[in-house]
C-alpha cells in the first residue's frame, strides 16, 4: 500500500497519529508526478487568474485578465476527442503553444482590477463579474448559444479598484449568488433580485484601516456565506464577518492575526483535524514568510485572561460628521435594548436593534437637520419609549416613534430659542409623569429651560457661566437626595451641576465653596454613573485626564469618594463605562485608553482598593459614545464603544470561536520568498495539497498533510530561471499567481501558473 495511502488510513483513524520520519518525509517526491507542461503565450501584465466554468459544459476552464490589450482570455477544455486548434502562422522566432486548450477572447473598455465567474443574472449559465476603472460594477451575462453579451453596468464610486476587492457568495442565504464589493471605506453587497440580476448595494462603513484582499467562505460551517477581509494592520490582520440567521452581514470581528501576504481558503478538514467544520483559511505571515492553517474554532485557554470578542457595526453612510450622539432604549419595545445614534450632515436617524449575541446592521431613518443630541424615554407614558432629537439649526425637539416596523419622521414639539441639547427624567425615583430639560440658545446666550414632559409649566433661567455649546445633558441624583439633579456637559470646559431644590427647581452648584474646580473637561462618553461604595447610592464617575474619579455632591460642595488610575502617568481615558459586579464586588470600571488605543478593565481588589486586570488592544477610537449595553438575562451585559466611523460591542469573559493556528510550515530553501498558496489534492491520493509559490527564487513547493496533520514539503521544483536584478519584494513576482483544478479533464487536480507573458499547465499524472 503506497505511502501516501497509509498515512490517510492513519489519518482518518486517528487523531494521535505519529509524526513522519525523515525517510518517509524523503520518499514523499515519488508519489508526485506530472504529464508533459501546457505553455501558451498572451502578454505581458496578465492578472487574476480564475478556473471556472465558462461554458457550462461541467468542465473547468481557464480566464484571466490581459491589461496590455485590455481583454479577457479564455482557454476553453476541449470537447473529448475534439480536434486540437487550428495551427496558427508565427512570426519568426515565435514559439508555439503547447497544449489543447482553445483560446477566445472577451475586449472590454474598462481597466480590470479584480473578476470572478458567477451567475448572478439567474439564468443558470455562468457570467462574468468585475469591477475596475471607470469605477463601474460590470456583468457579462453568459449567452445560452455560447459565449458572453454585452456588458450592464452599475456605478459604484465606492469601490477601490484593486486585486481581491470582489468576492461572490449567496450572501442572504436565499440560494441566489451575489457580489461584495470592498472599497477603502465601505462594503457594498449588490445582493441578486429574485427574478435576477443586481439590485441596490446594502452599504456598510466597515472602519477598517488599510483593507486588503477578501474572500468568500464558510467560516463556521452553518452553511451560510461569510467574508473575510486583510487589513495592513500589525494588531488586527483579519476581519471576520459572519452572516447571521436572518441572512445578514451585521459585524466585522477584528482578530488578533499577524499581517498577512497573502490568503487562500480551503475546504472544511475532515477527521484528521477533528470533527468537520467550516472552510479553513491558509495565510503568509507578512514578517515571517511562514504558511499558517487557521481554523474557526475556541482558543485554547492559556490561563491569561483573554481579550473580549469585539463586534463592529457600521454605519450605512459614511459621514465627515465628528459628532455622533448615541442613546440606548427598548425603542421596539421587544424587550431588547436598542442603540440610535445620528448622522447629523446625513439628517439620518440609525437604529441598531438589539439582537440575540449583540445588535442587528445599522438602518437609516429621515432625521431632523443637523441633528445636535438624541435621547429614548418614554415621555408620554404608554410604555413605549420614543426616540427625542434635538435640531438648533431647524430650531425644534422632535420625537419620533416606531410605527408599522419603522421610526417615523420627527414630529416637533413646542421649544424656545435654538435648542442644542435635551433629557428626560423623573423628578424623582418614584414620580409618575417625566420631566424636559433642555438648553437653548437665544440671542447669543444660553439658557437652561425645564419643564413637563409634554413641554408645558416650562421654567426658564440663563447659564451665566457657558460660553460655549454644550455636548450633552444628563438626568441623576448627585447630591443622593433621592431627587434626580442635572449634569451639563459643555465643549472644552468642565461640566455644571444644577441640584433640584424641595420646590422641584434646578440651582446651578457654583462658587469657591463647591469645589466645582476640581472637574476638569470631559464629554458625555468619559462619564459613567454607578454605585462604587455599596452603600446602594450611585455616583457619578468622571474620566479627568489619566485618572476616573467617583464623585458626589455632599454639603452643597463636591466630594471624591474614590479614584482610579490609569497603568501610566500620560494615560488619556476618553471613555468609561461601569458594568454590574457580583454582590459586594463593586461594578466593574472599563476605560477607553485613547494613547495606547486600550481597554483597561479594572476591578475591586480584596483590600477594597480598584486596580488594573486586564488591558486589550481595541483600536482607534475617537469616542463619541461609550456605555454599558444589556444583552439579555442569559448575556449579560457588554460595552459599546462608538466613534464617527463604527460601532464597537464587546462582550466580557466570552469565549467564542476566533481563527486559531493549527499548524505551521515554514520553507528550509535558502532566501526563499514565499508569496502565494493553491489548495487541492495534486496527486489524487484523497490528502489535501498545498501549492506554495516561492517568488523569490521562481520555485513551487508541494507541501501535503502528514498523518499527525503537519503540514511537509513533498516536492520542490523551480518553474524558470533567470538573472534577477533587484531582491524588493515589490521586484519579485514574475511567477506571480497559481492556482489548483482539474483543466485537463481526468478527474485529477493539475497546477495553473501565470508567469512572465505566459499560462503554464502542469497536468497531473
Same mark, same amino acid.
Given at each position: 500500500?503506497?505511502?501516501?495511502?497509509?498515512?490517510?488510513?492513519?489519518?482518518?483513524?486517528?487523531?494521535?497519529?505519529?509524526?513522519?520520519?525523515?525517510?518517509?518525509?524523503?520518499?514523499?517526491?515519488?508519489?508526485?508526478?506530472?504529464?508533459?507542461?501546457?505553455?501558451?503565450?498572451?502578454?505581458?501584465?496578465?492578472?487574476?487568474?480564475?478556473?471556472?466554468?465558462?461554458?457550462?459544459?461541467?468542465?473547468?476552464?481557464?480566464?484571466?485578465?490581459?491589461?496590455?490589450?485590455?481583454?479577457?482570455?479564455?482557454?476553453?477544455?476541449?470537447?473529448?476527442?475534439?480536434?486540437?486548434?487550428?495551427?496558427?502562422?508565427?512570426?519568426?522566432?515565435?514559439?508555439?503553444?503547447?497544449?489543447?486548450?482553445?483560446?477566445?477572447?472577451?475586449?472590454?473598455?474598462?481597466?480590470?482590477?479584480?473578476?470572478?465567474?458567477?451567475?448572478?443574472?439567474?439564468?443558470?449559465?455562468?457570467?462574468?463579474?468585475?469591477?475596475?476603472?471607470?469605477? =463601474?460594477?460590470?456583468?457579462?451575462?453568459?449567452?445560452?448559444?455560447?459565449?458572453?453579451?454585452?456588458?450592464?453596468?452599475?456605478?459604484?464610486?465606492?469601490?477601490?479598484?484593486?486585486?481581491?476587492?470582489?468576492?461572490?457568495?449567496?450572501?442572504?442565504?436565499?440560494?441566489?449568488?451575489?457580489?461584495?464589493?470592498?472599497?477603502?471605506?465601505?462594503?457594498?453587497?449588490?445582493?441578486?433580485?429574485?427574478?435576477?440580476?443586481?439590485?441596490?448595494?446594502?452599504?456598510?462603513?466597515?472602519?477598517?484601516?488599510?483593507?486588503?484582499?477578501?474572500?468568500?467562505?464558510?467560516?463556521?460551517?452553518?452553511?451560510?456565506?461569510?467574508?473575510?477581509?486583510?487589513?495592513?494592520?500589525?494588531?488586527?490582520?483579519?476581519?471576520?464577518?459572519?452572516?447571521?440567521?436572518?441572512?445578514?452581514?451585521?459585524?466585522?470581528?477584528?482578530?488578533?492575526?499577524?499581517?498577512?501576504?497573502?490568503?487562500?481558503?480551503?475546504?472544511?478538514?475532515?477527521?484528521?483535524?477533528?470533527?468537520?467544520?467550516?472552510?479553513?483559511?491558509?495565510?503568509?505571515?507578512?514578517?515571517?514568510?511562514? +504558511?499558517?492553517?487557521?481554523?474557526?474554532?475556541?482558543?485554547?485557554?492559556?490561563?491569561?485572561?483573554?481579550?473580549?470578542?469585539?463586534?463592529?457595526?457600521?454605519?450605512?453612510?459614511?459621514?465627515?460628521?465628528?459628532?455622533?450622539?448615541?442613546?440606548?432604549?427598548?425603542?421596539?419595545?421587544?424587550?431588547?435594548?436598542?442603540?440610535?445614534?445620528?448622522?447629523?450632515?446625513?439628517?439620518?436617524?440609525?437604529?441598531?436593534?438589539?439582537?440575540?449575541?449583540?445588535?442587528?446592521?445599522?438602518?437609516?431613518?429621515?432625521?431632523?437637520?443637523?441633528?445636535?443630541?438624541?435621547?429614548?424615554?418614554?415621555?408620554?407614558?404608554?410604555?413605549?419609549?420614543?426616540?427625542?432629537?434635538?435640531?438648533?439649526?431647524?430650531?425644534?425637539?422632535?420625537?419620533?416613534?416606531?410605527?408599522?416596523?419603522?421610526?417615523?419622521?420627527?414630529? =416637533?414639539?413646542?421649544?424656545?430659542?435654538?435648542?442644542?441639547?435635551?433629557?428626560?427624567?423623573?423628578?424623582?425615583?418614584?414620580?409618575?409623569?417625566?420631566?424636559?430639560?433642555?438648553?437653548?440658545?437665544?440671542?447669543?446666550?444660553?439658557?437652561?429651560?425645564?419643564?413637563?414632559?409634554?413641554?408645558?409649566?416650562?421654567?426658564?433661567?440663563?447659564?451665566?457661566?457657558?460660553?460655549?455649546?454644550?455636548?450633552?445633558?444628563? +438626568?441623576? /441624583?448627585?447630591?443622593?437626595?433621592?431627587?434626580?439633579?442635572?449634569?451639563?456637559?459643555?465643549?472644552?470646559?468642565?461640566?455644571?451641576?444644577?441640584?433640584?431644590? =424641595?420646590?422641584?427647581?434646578?440651582?446651578?452648584?457654583?462658587?469657591?465653596?463647591?469645589?466645582?474646580?476640581?472637574?476638569?473637561?470631559?464629554?458625555?462618553?468619559?462619564?459613567?454613573?454607578?454605585?462604587?461604595?455599596?452603600?446602594?447610592?450611585? =455616583?457619578?464617575?468622571?474620566?479627568?485626564?489619566?485618572?476616573?474619579?467617583?464623585?458626589?455632591?455632599?454639603?452643597?460642595?463636591?466630594?471624591?469618594?474614590?479614584?482610579?488610575?490609569?497603568?501610566?502617568?500620560?494615560?488619556?481615558?476618553?471613555?468609561?463605562?461601569?458594568?454590574?459586579?457580583?454582590?459586594?464586588?463593586?461594578?466593574?470600571?472599563?476605560?477607553?485608553?485613547?494613547?495606547?488605543?486600550?481597554?483597561?478593565?479594572?476591578?475591586?481588589?480584596?483590600?477594597?482598593?480598584?486596580?488594573? +486586570?486586564?488591558?486589550?488592544?481595541?483600536?482607534?477610537?475617537?469616542?463619541?459614545?461609550?456605555?454599558?449595553?444589556?444583552?439579555?438575562?442569559?448575556?449579560?451585559?457588554?460595552?459599546?464603544?462608538?466613534?464617527?466611523?463604527?460601532?464597537?460591542?464587546?462582550?466580557?469573559?466570552?469565549?467564542?470561536?476566533?481563527?486559531?493556528?493549527?499548524?505551521?510550515?515554514?520553507?528550509?530553501?535558502?532566501?526563499?520568498?514565499?508569496?502565494?498558496?493553491?489548495?487541492?489534492?495534486?496527486?489524487?491520493?484523497?490528502?489535501?495539497?498545498?501549492?506554495?509559490?516561492?517568488?523569490?527564487?521562481?520555485?513551487?513547493?508541494?507541501?501535503?498533510?502528514?498523518?499527525?496533520?503537519?503540514?511537509?514539503?513533498?516536492?520542490?521544483?523551480?518553474?524558470?530561471?533567470?538573472?534577477?536584478?533587484?531582491?524588493?519584494?515589490?521586484?519579485?513576482?514574475?511567477?506571480?499567481?497559481?492556482?489548483?483544478?482539474?483543466?485537463?479533464?481526468?478527474?485529477?487536480? /493539475?497546477?495553473?501558473?501565470?508567469?512572465?507573458?505566459?499560462?503554464?499547465?502542469?497536468?497531473?499524472?
Amino acid at each position: 500500500m503506497p505511502l501516501l495511502a497509509i498515512a490517510l488510513v492513519a489519518a482518518l483513524l486517528s487523531a494521535d497519529a505519529p509524526p513522519l520520519t525523515d525517510a518517509q518525509k524523503a520518499s514523499l517526491a515519488q508519489y508526485f508526478g506530472f504529464d508533459a507542461l501546457q505553455i501558451y503565450k498572451i502578454k505581458p501584465g496578465i492578472a487574476h487568474l480564475r478556473i471556472a466554468d465558462l461554458d457550462g459544459d461541467g468542465r473547468k476552464d481557464i480566464i484571466f485578465w490581459n491589461g496590455q490589450q485590455s481583454r479577457f482570455e479564455v482557454f476553453y477544455q476541449p470537447q473529448p476527442g475534439a480536434a486540437p486548434p487550428a495551427a496558427t502562422e508565427l512570426e519568426r522566432n515565435e514559439v508555439p503553444d503547447r497544449g489543447p486548450l482553445r483560446n477566445e477572447s472577451i475586449p472590454v473598455n474598462y481597466r480590470v482590477a479584480s473578476h470572478e465567474v458567477a451567475d448572478v443574472t439567474g439564468d443558470g449559465r455562468p457570467d462574468i463579474v468585475f469591477f475596475g476603472e471607470p469605477k =463601474e460594477l460590470v456583468v457579462l451575462p453568459g449567452l445560452a448559444q455560447g459565449g458572453f453579451g454585452p456588458v450592464d453596468s452599475v456605478r459604484a464610486p465606492d469601490g477601490e479598484p484593486r486585486s481581491g476587492c470582489l468576492a461572490t457568495g449567496d450572501f442572504n442565504h436565499d440560494g441566489q449568488t451575489d457580489v461584495a464589493l470592498l472599497g477603502s471605506s465601505v462594503l457594498q453587497l449588490f445582493l441578486q433580485k429574485p427574478d435576477g440580476g443586481l439590485g441596490k448595494p446594502v452599504r456598510l462603513v466597515h472602519g477598517i484601516p488599510s483593507p486588503m484582499l477578501m474572500l468568500a467562505l464558510d467560516l463556521n460551517g452553518d452553511g451560510r456565506q461569510d467574508l473575510v477581509i486583510g487589513s495592513d494592520e500589525d494588531r488586527y490582520g483579519l476581519y471576520v464577518c459572519l452572516q447571521t440567521e436572518t441572512g445578514t452581514m451585521a459585524a466585522l470581528r477584528p482578530v488578533r492575526v499577524p499581517r498577512l501576504r497573502s490568503m487562500t481558503v480551503g475546504p472544511a478538514l475532515g477527521r484528521s483535524d477533528g470533527p468537520a467544520r467550516g472552510d479553513v483559511l491558509y495565510g503568509i505571515e507578512f514578517a515571517t514568510g511562514r +504558511v499558517q492553517l487557521y481554523h474557526w474554532d475556541i482558543a485554547p485557554e492559556t490561563g491569561v485572561a483573554d481579550d473580549w470578542p469585539q463586534y463592529r457595526y457600521s454605519y450605512p453612510v459614511k459621514s465627515p460628521s465628528k459628532r455622533r450622539p448615541l442613546a440606548l432604549g427598548d425603542v421596539d419595545a421587544d424587550g431588547r435594548i436598542d442603540v440610535v445614534t445620528v448622522d447629523p450632515d446625513a439628517g439620518q436617524l440609525i437604529l441598531f436593534h438589539g439582537a440575540r449575541g449583540g445588535l442587528g446592521p445599522g438602518t437609516a431613518y429621515p432625521a431632523l437637520l443637523k441633528t445636535s443630541d438624541v435621547c429614548i424615554a418614554d415621555i408620554d407614558g404608554d410604555d413605549r419609549p420614543e426616540v427625542v432629537t434635538v435640531s438648533p439649526q431647524e430650531k425644534a425637539i422632535g420625537v419620533s416613534r416606531w410605527q408599522e416596523g419603522r421610526l417615523t419622521f420627527p414630529a =416637533e414639539v413646542p421649544t424656545q430659542g435654538e435648542p442644542l441639547v435635551v433629557a428626560f427624567g423623573r423628578r424623582t425615583t418614584d414620580a409618575p409623569a417625566v420631566f424636559r430639560a433642555y438648553v437653548t440658545r437665544q440671542d447669543d446666550d444660553y439658557h437652561l429651560v425645564v419643564g413637563a414632559g409634554d413641554g408645558t409649566n416650562e421654567q426658564k433661567q440663563k447659564l451665566e457661566d457657558v460660553s460655549d455649546d454644550p455636548s450633552g445633558l444628563r +438626568v441623576l /441624583d448627585l447630591n443622593q437626595d433621592g431627587r434626580n439633579d442635572l449634569l451639563l456637559f459643555v465643549r472644552f470646559a468642565a461640566p455644571r451641576a444644577f441640584l433640584q431644590d =424641595e420646590h422641584g427647581e434646578f440651582r446651578a452648584l457654583r462658587g469657591p465653596e463647591s469645589r466645582a474646580a476640581m472637574l476638569k473637561e470631559v464629554d458625555p462618553p468619559g462619564a459613567a454613573y454607578a454605585d462604587v461604595d455599596d452603600d446602594g447610592r450611585p =455616583e457619578l464617575l468622571l474620566a479627568q485626564g489619566n485618572i476616573v474619579r467617583a464623585l458626589r455632591v455632599k454639603d452643597g460642595r463636591w466630594t471624591v469618594v474614590d479614584q482610579y488610575s490609569a497603568e501610566t502617568a500620560d494615560a488619556q481615558i476618553t471613555g468609561l463605562a461601569a458594568l454590574p459586579g457580583a454582590a459586594g464586588a463593586g461594578p466593574t470600571l472599563v476605560m477607553y485608553e485613547r494613547k495606547a488605543r486600550d481597554l483597561l478593565v479594572q476591578k475591586r481588589k480584596a483590600e477594597g482598593t480598584y486596580g488594573v +486586570v486586564q488591558s486589550m488592544p481595541v483600536g482607534s477610537f475617537d469616542v463619541t459614545g461609550m456605555e454599558s449595553l444589556p444583552l439579555g438575562s442569559e448575556e449579560g451585559v457588554g460595552v459599546l464603544l462608538a466613534d464617527p466611523d463604527k460601532v464597537a460591542l464587546l462582550v466580557p469573559d466570552q469565549r467564542v470561536p476566533t481563527l486559531v493556528e493549527k499548524q505551521t510550515y515554514q520553507s528550509d530553501a535558502k532566501d526563499a520568498w514565499l508569496a502565494d498558496t493553491a489548495i487541492g489534492d495534486v496527486n489524487h491520493d484523497g490528502i489535501r495539497d498545498v501549492v506554495v509559490v516561492d517568488a523569490g527564487k521562481a520555485a513551487l513547493e508541494i507541501v501535503t498533510s502528514a498523518p499527525d496533520g503537519a503540514l511537509v514539503r513533498a516536492l520542490r521544483f523551480q518553474v524558470f530561471q533567470g538573472k534577477r536584478f533587484s531582491d524588493s519584494p515589490d521586484m519579485r513576482g514574475q511567477l506571480r499567481e497559481v492556482l489548483v483544478g482539474d483543466v485537463t479533464g481526468d478527474g485529477h487536480d /493539475d497546477i495553473v501558473l501565470l508567469v512572465h507573458d505566459r499560462l503554464i499547465v502542469y497536468p497531473a499524472q
